[in-house]
């Protein structure tokens, strides 16, 4: 059982991320905008509040610093920039006994983003490679008994990995109405990802990513756990934007195919490491979602509703030897949603300072899937002190159904509910340090003591 469970944990982190919420960074005081997927704007020295999880949430990670170091140009076609993040976690109370306390984890994630119109000519034409180290102990999340991931740094075997992360082709069409994404990527980027703003119109709000909360499902909603390609497995695969200018740019549709084998749910592919393909079984989504602003200092808004869907036959099994009993069904889906407000502008116009909030919700009937029903929101507050112009506060909640299927009953509880405060300082230049206290009133994992409580101390550095 405890085998089956350790499994199911580990799984929690395949990220994905959730797509929460389109960021409503920065829409224009006059043209308020959707934020549709784009490849990062590189905010140089306004680069504020990086994500914890740069892998999983950015196409384009990094400031381009590490180009400026080997001497290319702040304006050449080549890009290349990437980031750090370290942490390490303590179980102080209650949690998982079986397993050590303490753990470290880290990621180094390398990209290079070729201009293809200002390289070759090709107009609206990009490409991009990233390279991925990660290690991670049990240690780094086990502890909690979270089965949503309290620790998005931990990911699913193999703990120690370096491969070749993401290698994709964009062209854009019709003005940049049309996007068009080829190769292996991480779908969550595109159709999960709350942590994205808007940075391509008002300066005002810009911001390079909504929340720092380091856990899990603020990059993989719970109910896509181990379904949609992700951090740190990408998969093969292709997307598409659409942005209307008829529609003043504030309406956008996505929709992306992609390697669904990583998705059957018995954890024998791992897409990040396996032989890219296509001829087994797909993951397919599609989303629909705008944006708006209100009031006199026109704070932007976003929704979004999305679908998914997984090819082939999907299983799950708990128990081992003769008394291992598996579930199976052939295809799986599920729908989510997603609300992101800016609430509050503490200095309008003179920075990005306020207060952010965002709830997202999946569902799906799979008997396969390891939860069934979430619900995600957070606060977060950007420079609440002017002379801290690039620190941020957030806390944040998720609540997860665990399939309730009665054979798993000794392993996991029916429900889980994790909190989780942080605040994110910045040190100097693009490294940040972040502390973040969780708890879970009531673990996922029912071989965790309940009132489990835990502390995180992790270190960015973008490059």
């Known amino acids: 059982m405890l085998r ?12 994905l991320a959730a797509l929460l919420l389109q960021p409503f960074g920065t829409a224009a005081a006059a043209e308020p905008a959707a934020s549709p997927p784009s490849i990062a704007a590189d905010l140089g020295p306004e680069m504020r509040l990086p994500s914890t999880n740069p892998a999983a949430s950015s196409a384009a990670p990094g400031t381009g610093q590490l180009g400026r170091w080997l001497g290319l140009p702040a304006d050449s076609a080549l890009r290349l920039g990437g980031a750090w993040v370290g942490n390490g976690t303590s179980q102080i109370v209650g949690g998982v006994q079986s397993v050590p306390a303490n753990g470290l984890a880290q ?77 292996k990527q991480a779908a969550s980027i595109e159709f999960a990802n709350v942590t994205r703003p808007d940075v ?109 869907f997984q090819g082939g036959t999907s299983s799950r099994c708990s128990g081992t030897g003769p008394e291992e009993i598996c579930l199976q069904e052939n295809g799986a889906h599920g729908f989510y949603g997603t609300v992101a407000q800016r609430l509050l502008n503490f200095r309008y116009g003179h920075d990005s300072s306020g207060l952010v909030g965002f709830v997202s919700a999946g569902w799906t009937p799979s008997i396969t899937n390891l939860m069934t029903r979430s619900l995600t929101a957070g606060l977060t507050a950007f420079a609440p002190m002017a002379q801290r112009p690039r620190d941020s506060f957030g806390l944040g909640l998720s609540w997860a159904r665990v399939n309730d299927t009665g054979f798993l009953e000794q392993v996991f509880r029916p429900s889980e509910l994790m909190l989780q405060v942080y605040g994110q300082f910045h ?37």
């Open 4 to 15: 089956e469970a350790a499994r199911s944990l580990l799984s929690r982190s395949q990220l």
């Open 107 to 183: 990621q180094l994630l390398i990209d290079a983003t070729l201009d293809l119109e200002q390289a070759v000519g090709w107009r609206g034409g990009t490409a991009w490679v990233q390279g991925l180290q990660l290690n991670a102990g049990p240690g780094a999340a086990l502890p909690s008994g979270s089965v949503q991931g309290s620790n998005s740094l931990v990911a699913p075997p193999p703990l120690d990995r370096t491969a070749l992360y993401s290698y994709v082709l964009r062209q854009d069409l019709w003005d940049r109405q049309l996007k068009i994404l080829v190769g």
């Open 200 to 308: 391509t119109r008002n300066p005002t709000y810009a911001v390079s990513a909504l929340s720092a909360l380091p856990f899990t499902p603020l990059y993989a909603m719970p109910t896509l756990l181990g379904r949609m390609p992700g951090y740190p497995d990408p998969a093969l695969g292709a997307s598409l934007s659409w942005q209307p200018k008829a529609l003043d740019r504030k309406v956008y549709f996505n929709a992306g195919v992609f390697d669904g084998r990583g998705g059957v749910g018995d954890g024998s592919i791992r897409t990040g490491t396996a032989v890219p393909s296509l001829g087994g079984p797909l993951f397919s989504v599609a989303e629909l979602g705008g944006g708006w602003s209100l009031g006199a200092s026109n704070r932007p808004g976003s929704a979004s509703f999305g679908t998914w």
């Open 427 to 463: 040190l100097g230049g693009a490294t940040y340090v972040l502390p973040a206290l969780t708890t879970l009133p009531r673990p996922g994992l029912a071989a965790a003591a309940g009132g489990s409580t835990s502390v995180l101390l992790q270190l960015i550095t973008l490059f």
